[in-house]
């Protein structure tokens, strides 16, 4: 049964290609990417729209495999970035981000 479960949460989701170039976005991130084109982004480079600093992060977590995580603060709002490859067959195919509001201030647990 499929569901279309990423387009039902409050979470905004890019997917790119190898090349950098966005193939998926679901409705959270097409909302959040309007004002740039929101869909109409599909095919466009992901260098495109970062700065040259952001572009070798991007370069950098596809050569090495790695993980990108951080929070920033836009409009009054604090947001969680997780940037990661993606693979297919073991193989990174890819980019995928999510981006989703957090609290200002939020419990932290440590669990054993």
Not at 41 to 60: E, F
Request: aromatic content about 10%.
């Amino acid at each position: 049964m499929h569901t279309d479960w990423f387009n039902g949460i409050p979470i905004a989701i890019t997917v790119s290609d190898l090349d950098g170039k966005i193939i998926e976005m679901n409705d959270a991130s097409a909302k959040v990417f309007e004002k740039y084109g929101g869909r109409g982004l599909y095919g466009s480079a992901l260098n495109d729209c970062h700065n040259p600093k952001s572009v070798s992060i991007l370069q950098r977590l596809l050569a090495e495999g790695i993980t990108n995580v951080y929070t920033i603060e836009k409009n009054g709002l604090k947001k969680m970035i997780f940037q990661s490859p993606w693979y297919k067959d073991g193989v990174v195919s890819g980019l995928i981000e999510f981006s989703f509001v957090i609290p200002a201030e939020m419990p932290h647990f440590v669990r054993g």
